[in-house]
């Protein structure tokens, strides 16, 4: 097992413009920053910081149970495990409720970003992690993720490496990379992510017109910010690849993941616009 270290990616402090415009992320920014200022001159305790679970389901009963167990096994217990649950029509709904520490919500919206958004709405904690209903967390996982936050006031969320597996008796899925079954990899994705309440007040919710990559870009939004990130290097998540696992190579899912990388570098580009004051102008 590796030594716990992280690697910062990205620290900068300069509010750049989104989709939403300079208003809105220069708000965000100036939010974040005196949250942060608080956090770094002592005004917000740091320590046992308490962690909300969200766990976006519809139809996950196959698998949901062995999720909740991980969840529940923590060494750094939560303060609450949410089922964000958008219509589910198998016992989904039964098996999170026979859990009495689970809190079962319905969801505002439809798709997995408003499920996400549901869960930061309805939750209370200081952070926030995310996991899916096939996959499992070795019971370290806050614990590690805590630890090196709490560690490291700058830091708005970190990440860490991922281990896939095949279900038994199921075959790759299409769009999925065989390669990837093979030793372990780092992981900015949704199960491995633990975050600062206040990063979503910065970097901002979920896009719930994405029916798909979603996460790409939330994460390519914090990216594009300057979010102060790290990736805590060690295996906290067991991603489980099975039948139904959603399509990687779907025409809807390459149109998503297209213009959220359009979006990245449109953003990209005009923060390397400089506009000249006005008696410097070219005439």
Same mark, same amino acid.
């Given at each position: 097992?590796?030594?716990?270290?992280?690697?910062?990616?990205?620290?900068?402090?300069?509010?750049?413009?989104?989709?939403?415009?300079?208003?809105?992320?220069?708000?965000?920014?100036?939010?974040?920053?005196?949250?942060?200022?608080?956090?770094?001159?002592?005004? *917000?305790?740091? +320590?046992?910081? !308490?962690?909300?679970? *969200?766990?976006?389901?519809?139809?996950? !009963?196959?698998?949901?149970?062995?999720? $909740?167990?991980?969840?529940? +096994?923590?060494?750094?217990?939560?303060?609450?495990?949410?089922?964000?649950?958008?219509?589910?029509?198998?016992?989904?709904?039964? *098996?999170?409720?026979?859990?009495?520490?689970?809190?079962?919500?319905?969801?505002?919206?439809?798709? $997995?970003?408003?499920?996400?958004?549901?869960?930061?709405?309805?939750?209370?904690?200081?952070?926030?992690?995310?996991?899916?209903?096939?996959?499992?967390?070795?019971?370290? @996982?806050?614990?590690?993720?805590?630890?090196?936050?709490?560690?490291?006031?700058?830091?708005?969320?970190?990440?860490?490496?991922?281990?896939?597996?095949?279900?038994?008796?199921?075959?790759?899925?299409?769009?999925? @990379?065989?390669?990837?079954?093979?030793?372990?990899?780092?992981?900015? $994705?949704?199960?491995?992510?633990?975050?600062?309440?206040?990063?979503?007040?910065?970097?901002?919710?979920?896009?719930?017109?994405?029916?798909?990559?979603?996460? $790409?870009?939330?994460?390519?939004? +914090?990216?594009?910010?300057?979010?102060?990130?790290?990736?805590?290097?060690?295996?906290?998540?067991? @991603?489980?690849?099975?039948? @139904?696992?959603?399509?990687?190579?779907?025409?809807?899912?390459?149109?998503?993941?297209?213009?959220?990388?359009?979006?990245?570098?449109?953003?990209?580009?005009?923060?390397?616009?400089?506009?000249?004051?006005?008696?410097?102008?070219?005439?």
């Amino acid at each position: 097992m590796r030594a716990e270290a992280g690697r910062r990616t990205v620290c900068g402090r300069n509010a750049r413009r989104t989709d939403e415009g300079d208003a809105a992320v220069t708000r965000r920014m100036r939010a974040a920053q005196t949250a942060l200022a608080d956090v770094e001159q002592g005004v *917000i305790a740091v +320590a046992d910081p !308490a962690v909300s679970v *969200i766990m976006a389901v519809k139809n996950g !009963a196959r698998f949901l149970g062995a999720a $909740i167990d991980s969840v529940l +096994a923590q060494d750094y217990r939560p303060v609450e495990v949410v089922v964000v649950e958008e219509g589910s029509v198998d016992d989904t709904v039964s *098996i999170a409720r026979s859990y009495p520490a689970v809190r079962v919500v319905p969801q505002a919206g439809m798709g $997995i970003a408003s499920a996400y958004n549901t869960g930061i709405d309805v939750t209370c904690g200081d952070l926030l992690a995310f996991l899916s209903s096939d996959d499992l967390w070795t019971p370290d @996982k806050l614990s590690a993720q805590v630890r090196y936050l709490r560690a490291r006031p700058p830091v708005q969320y970190v990440t860490a490496r991922v281990r896939f597996f095949l279900e038994p008796g199921c075959a790759v899925p299409p769009g999925f @990379k065989p390669g990837l079954l093979e030793g372990d990899h780092v992981g900015h $994705i949704m199960e491995t992510l633990l975050a600062r309440r206040q990063v979503f007040d910065l970097v901002g919710r979920f896009d719930p017109r994405l029916s798909t990559g979603e996460d $790409i870009d939330w994460f390519s939004r +914090a990216i594009d910010l300057g979010v102060c990130t790290a990736v805590v290097e060690r295996v906290l998540l067991h @991603k489980r690849v099975h039948d @139904k696992n959603l399509s990687l190579n779907d025409a809807e899912s390459n149109r998503n993941l297209l213009a959220v990388v359009k979006r990245s570098l449109d953003r990209r580009r005009e923060r390397f616009v400089q506009i000249p004051p006005s008696g410097d102008r070219s005439r």
